[in-house]
């Protein structure tokens, strides 16, 4: 095979490299005798030659340097690693710690503008550091973080000005450029303007008791160039081409102020919002909606967490105007979370505003809803043009972080909190809806239902195919399965039912397994065997109309005591089952690799299977910040763990 051109370079250059050592082994031999020694070379001649072989070693090390695996990579993926360092933490400078690596990292870096578009305004970065970040962004869209400082930090006098000075310099060079707008939660924005507006008070009584009319205007001015004003020149004069916009608190009324609303919106996030005297004529329906329809092709996500809205359309309404807005159609939109509205009443209203795809995520939340009044609009229309495609094929039934929920996303319906059977089950009465439903997903209710509400919710669901239990008493749920709305007992049930998944039991086990086949009333772990071994006796004797059930997946762990005294009650319901995996405690010799993985999760964080069930519906970043964590072990879940968890 002929040598290839490259091959023939590498060979002329390490044959040169070997000449030149023996060039230099030659030129330096030195002659010694018992007396004396003897250089072949001067002084001069050796420090000439050192600085000709220091050069070529620096030249060897870039060489080296340029052969390295990490710098043969292409510059569209080098990029893509460096945007992975700056986003992880978010909102870090950790990243630029890569400009120091190398040279040719260094002169990369700076030189891709979308790097330094993405500018975290924290007071203790200054003007400077933002006019670095401006001037290397070039011409690229801006995204500005109002990123909280760390844990501990005090707003100084001198910190909150080196902060304005920052945000006047983006309002004043940079605003046609901001493209994504975002407010960390913990951003003390409200103490800012607090303080701003403290400030301005004090300096007009300054003004007026201390200078003379004629020198009065050059303080003014001065006591006028404030943050409040700043922040009402940046959302009401400012960012024509803003995107994406996440504003939380008392930054809310200045955007639902501006008097032509932003029209190229994709997401738009406002959450806790404090009402004030000053900011209710901003606070209204009204605003808010006419922020949603001057984007109305465009917003693909929208959460209105905390918000206090005034219903004046209902004032209109009742005055006789006849002028209401048509409902806006969201014809974009991915998802809608609302949350947290004190107004429970005027909820209804606002949701019959909007229009939105049968696909998209709807997201109800906050304390004692009426799921009625909001079911139109969280559940999917059955005449939507595309009929079967979003369906609802899953319902999941959860009691967690002390909120009140009731949500579609993906073919799920959710239903959360401390709602009644009697709350929810109207939503449940539309049967042509509902009959797609093909799983069903119980974790612990704190209202549990009774075996009565079992039996009309599985007659609501006939095509049910799956039943998971997450940690919750199942015994209740297995016998309404043989019951009917009259109590009488029921062969072959649910026809398409063919597994049950059933993952940590925390109840005891009691009694002698056979004095519990007579006593129905018990809520323990063997009662629950005892009756799907009843069911799946009946399935397997009713012939191939029926069949077995599919699977049954026991997973017990060590809360359950006496675990091994079960094993009469696991061989009765083996023989039944096309397949029986049960797991107790550590032993987890039937589980594969990946349920060992997640064996460790759960042992981990108790909740670890509730939260997978929610599909990153629930809850935000919004929610978070709304609700104050707590004590898990007792029992009252909060929402630190939800968010660690990444559902949002």
């Known amino acids: 095979m002929p040598a290839k051109e490259g091959d023939a370079v590498d060979g002329v250059v390490l044959q040169i490299g070997a000449q030149f050592l023996n060039s230099v082994t030659a030129l330096t031999k030195v002659e010694e005798d018992d007396f004396s020694r003897k250089a072949s070379l001067s002084y001069a001649d050796v420090k000439h030659l050192q600085d000709q072989i220091a050069v070529a070693s620096l030249r060897l090390r870039y060489i080296e340097n340029a052969t390295r695996p990490i710098n043969r990579l292409p ?50 970065g200054g003007s400077t550091l933002i006019d670095l970040f401006l001037a290397r962004s070039g011409n690229t869209p801006l995204t500005i973080i109002f990123a909280q400082d760390p844990v501990g930090d005090n707003y100084s006098i001198t910190r909150v000005q080196s902060y304005l000075r920052g945000l006047r310099n983006i309002v004043n060079n940079a605003s046609d450029r901001i493209e994504r707008l975002v407010m960390e939660p913990q951003f003390p924005i409200d103490d800012l303007l607090r303080a701003d507006r403290l400030g301005q008070t004090l300096g007009q009584e300054l003004s007026r008791l201390l200078l003379s009319p004629s020198a009065g205007p050059g303080l003014m001015s001065t006591v006028s160039n404030t943050i409040e004003n700043t922040f009402l020149k940046l959302f009401s004069e400012s960012m024509p081409q803003a995107q994406h916009l996440e504003l939380w608190s008392e930054a809310v009324p200045y955007l639902l102020r501006r008097p032509d609303p932003l029209k190229h919106l994709t997401v738009l996030e406002l959450s806790q919002i404090k009402i004030e005297p000053s ?5 209204v ?23 206090e809205l005034r219903d004046d359309l209902h004032s209109q309404l009742a005055d006789g105007d006849s002028s209401l807005p048509l409902p806006i159609s969201l014809s974009c939109l991915e998802s809608i979370e609302i949350g947290d509205w004190e107004l429970q009443g005027s909820l209804a209203r606002f949701l019959q505003q909007l229009r939105v795809p049968p696909s998209a995520s709807k997201c109800i939340w906050g304390s004692s809803l009426a799921p009625t009044a909001i079911g139109p609009f969280i559940l999917p229309s059955s005449e939507s043009d595309s009929p079967g495609i979003h369906v609802i094929s899953r319902i999941v039934l959860s009691s967690t972080a002390r909120t009140d929920m009731v949500a579609f996303h993906k073919g799920s319906l959710y239903i959360n909190g401390s709602l009644s059977f009697e709350d929810y089950s109207p939503l449940l009465n539309d049967l042509s809806q509902f009959q797609s439903v093909h799983e069903l997903v119980l974790t612990p209710l704190l209202t549990p239902l009774t075996v009565e509400d079992w039996t009309h919710l599985f007659r609501l669901l006939p095509n049910i195919r799956k039943i998971k239990v997450r940690d919750a008493e199942t015994s209740r749920l297995v016998r309404a399965l043989r019951k009917d709305t009259d109590g009488n007992e029921i062969y072959l049930p649910l026809p398409h039912l063919v597994e049950f998944d059933i993952k940590y039991s925390i109840c005891e086990i009691g009694e002698p397994w056979k004095e519990l086949l007579e006593n129905e009333s018990t809520t323990e772990v063997s009662s629950m065997v005892i009756f799907l071994t009843l069911l799946a006796r009946e399935r397997a004797q009713a012939g191939a109309s029926f069949g077995r059930l599919g699977r049954i997946h026991l997973r017990l762990d060590s809360r359950v005591s006496d675990f091994h005294d079960m094993a009469p009650l696991l061989g009765d319901l083996r023989p039944c089952v096309s397949r029986l995996d049960c797991s107790y405690g550590d032993d987890s010799y039937s589980l594969t690799v990946e349920e060992r993985a997640e064996r460790k999760k759960e042992e981990k964080d108790e909740w670890y299977l509730v939260l997978k069930e929610f599909d990153g519906i629930w809850p935000t970043k919004a929610v978070y910040f709304l609700r104050s964590p707590s004590d898990s072990s007792g029992g009252n879940f909060g929402l630190k763990s939800f968010a660690s968890g990444h559902l949002a």
Do not use: E
């Open 285 to 307: 329906f009204s605003k808010v909606l006419a922020v949603l329809d001057a984007s109305r092709g465009s917003l693909r996500r929208i959460v209105l967490a905390g918000v």
């Open 279 to 283: 900011n209710m004529d901003s606070l």
């Open 75 to 124: 510059s569209a993926v080098l990029l893509k690693i460096f945007h992975i360092l700056q986003n992880s933490p978010p909102y870090s400078l950790q990243w630029v710690v890569v400009t120091r690596v190398c040279s040719q990292w260094r002169k990369f870096a700076l030189s891709a503008s979308a790097l330094w578009s993405s500018i975290p305004l924290r007071a203790k």
